[in-house]
Nanobody, 124 residues
Framework: QVQLVESGGGLVQAGGSLRVSCAAS????????MGWFRQAPGKKREFVAA????????YYTDSVKGRFTISKDNAKNTVYLQMNSLTPEDTAVYYC?????????????????WGQGTQVTVSS
């Protein structure tokens, strides 16, 4: 069983930066692939980024490539999403997700564990 707790959300102006974190419980965190998803008001939850268990592979949705960076610290059982050059279109609740295994996945159904989410609001 893995429990995920996101933090670091908040209000930021367009063009600014924010880093959200996801702390995971469990001794097997290093064997988990981690993902970030987001859900904007009135929209379906969508994939943002994912990182393999080793941190060696990462994948991003096109709209955040070059602006967002996902990273994983196995010693701290934490995954991060550094978000730069934020726009109002990035406003959403950001969710952390985890699944056992080494491959990077981009679909919601492929993840087993989910956090409660953290709100990110970008003002224009």
């Amino acid at each position: 069983q893995v429990q995920l707790v996101e933090s670091g959300g908040g209000l930021v102006q367009a063009g600014g930066s924010l880093r959200v974190s996801c702390a995971a419980s469990g001794r097997t965190f290093r064997t988990y692939t981690m993902g970030w998803f987001r859900q904007a008001p009135g929209k379906k939850r969508e994939f943002v980024a994912a990182i393999s268990w080793s941190g060696g592979s990462a994948y991003y949705t096109d709209s955040v490539k070059g602006r967002f960076t996902i990273s994983k610290d196995n010693a701290k059982n934490t995954v991060y999403l550094q978000m730069n050059s934020l726009t109002p279109e990035d406003t959403a609740v950001y969710y952390c997700a985890a699944r056992s295994g080494s491959l990077v996945h981009t679909q919601e159904y492929q993840y087993t564990y989910w956090g409660q989410g953290t709100q990110v609001t970008v003002s224009s």
